[in-house]
C-alpha cells in the first residue's frame, strides 16, 4: 500500500535539510513540501484556513490560535530558537538611557502584537529590567495573525500613512522591536545583546523557542501514531545537522548555524533538544509571559497544547 501524501511548510535551515531534501524519511506519509515566502505567511494561511497538514509555526501565534480554538496541535520540535535582547532598537536621541526610561513612551512592534519576537523581547523588558508594559504604549505597524485576537488597550495601530522605519528614526518613536534597519539615529537597547543573551541562558535557562510544528487535529484523529512519525523524522533530521556542527562540517553557516555554534559551545550541549521535558521550563517561560501580556486569557500547561502522544519523546 502507497503512503499518503501530506503538504509540509518549514523553511529550509540546518537542522531540517535532510528531511526537506529526502535523505530522512518518514515512515507513515510523504511529504509534499510546500515553499511559502516569506514563512509569516505560512503561519497566517494556516491559522485562518487551515491550509496545509503540516506547518512550521510561531510558538505565540500558535498558543493564542489554539485558545481561539484553530484545528490544529503542536508537536514539540522547536525548529527555531534564537535570543530576542537584540530586537529593541532605540532612537539614540530620544534620550533613553535605560529599559525603564521606555514607561510612559510610543515604541513600536514590527507587525502584530502576538508576534514571538515581540512577546518575548516584552518579556525580557519585564522580567530582566522591571520594565511595566502597561505603561508603555504599543504601536503595530500590521494586524494579528488570529483575527479574533482583541489586544489590550495600551495597544494601537500605527497611523494611516506612516512607516515604522520613518517614525523611529525622527524620533516619534522612541524604540521599537523587530525592525531591520540602519540609520544613524538608531542603534541597540541593549549592547552585546547576544551575549547577554548567553550569560541569561547560563544563569537561568533563558533560551527561547520561536517556532514549533503543528498538524491538523483531523490527521492526528485519523492517523494514531502521526504526531511521533513526525516528531522522529524532523528529530533524525537534527540529529545529522547537529552532528555536522560538532565535526565543523557545516558550510557557509548562517546566523542561526553561528548561534548553535555559540550555544553548543557555551553549553557542551545539543542546542536544539526536541521534546517536552527538555524544553518544559521554556515552553511554561512563554506561556506565563504571554498571558501576562494579554496573548491568551488563561494559563495553559504545556501538556494542554502539544499533541498527547508525544509528551515522552525526546530527540
Known amino acids: 500500500m502507497s503512503l499518503p501524501e501530506f503538504t509540509l511548510v518549514t523553511r529550509t535551515q540546518g537542522n531540517n535539510r535532510a528531511l526537506k531534501e529526502g535523505i530522512v524519511k518518514p515512515k507513515m506519509f510523504v511529504p509534499k513540501i510546500v515553499e511559502v515566502e516569506p ?10 484556513g487551515n491550509e496545509f497538514d503540516i506547518c512550521e509555526m510561531a510558538i505565540t501565534t500558535y498558543i493564542c490560535a489554539k485558545e ?32 525603564k526610561d521606555l514607561e ?10 502576538t508576534v514571538t519576537t515581540g512577546v518575548w523581547a516584552r518579556a525580557v523588558l519585564n522580567v530582566q529590567y522591571g520594565v511595566d508594559l502597561k505603561k508603555v504604549t504599543w504601536v503595530l505597524s500590521g494586524d494579528e495573525h488570529v483575527a479574533e485576537y482583541k489586544a489590550p488597550s495600551n495597544v494601537i495601530p500605527i497611523e494611516p500613512g506612516k512607516k515604522m522605519e520613518d517614525m523611529l528614526a525622527s524620533g516619534e518613536l522612541v524604540a521599537a522591536i523587530g525592525l531591520e534597519m540602519e540609520h544613524p539615529d538608531v542603534g541597540p537597547l541593549i549592547p552585546n545583546a547576544q551575549d547577554v543573551g548567553l550569560a541569561t541562558m547560563k544563569a537561568n ?12 487535529d483531523e490527521l492526528i484523529a485519523k492517523h494514531p501514531g502521526l504526531a511521533t512519525d513526525v516528531f522522529n523524522a524532523f528529530a533524525e ?18 546566523a542561526f548555524d553561528k548561534l548553535h555554534q555559540r550555544v553548543m559551545d557555551a553549553t557542551g550541549a545539543d542546542p536544539l533538544p526536541y521534546g517536552l521535558e527538555p524544553n518544559r521550563k521554556v515552553i511554561e517561560e512563554l506561556v506565563n509571559n504571554a498571558y501576562m501580556q494579554g496573548i491568551i486569557t488563561k494559563p495553559v500547561k504545556p501538556e494542554d497544547v502539544l499533541v498527547p502522544e508525544t509528551w515522552g519523546l525526546v530527540g
Do not use: C, W
Open 68 to 99: 481561539h480554538g484553530k484545528p490544529f496541535t503542536a508537536v514539540p520540535i522547536p525548529l527555531v530558537r534564537q535570543f530576542h535582547h537584540g530586537a529593541i532598537q532605540i532612537n539614540t536621541k530620544a534620550g533613553i538611557k535605560s529599559p
Open 205 to 216: 535557562g533563558h533560551y527561547p523557542i520561536n517556532h514549533l510544528v503543528v498538524i491538523k
Open 39 to 48: 514563512l509569516i505567511a505560512g503561519f497566517r494561511r494556516m491559522v485562518r
Open 104 to 113: 510612559g513612551k510610543r515604541v513600536g512592534v514590527a507587525r502584530g502584537y
Open 237 to 254: 533530521s537534527k540529529r545529522r545537522y547537529v552532528a555536522d556542527l560538532r565535526a565543523g562540517k557545516v558550510e557557509n553557516p548562517t
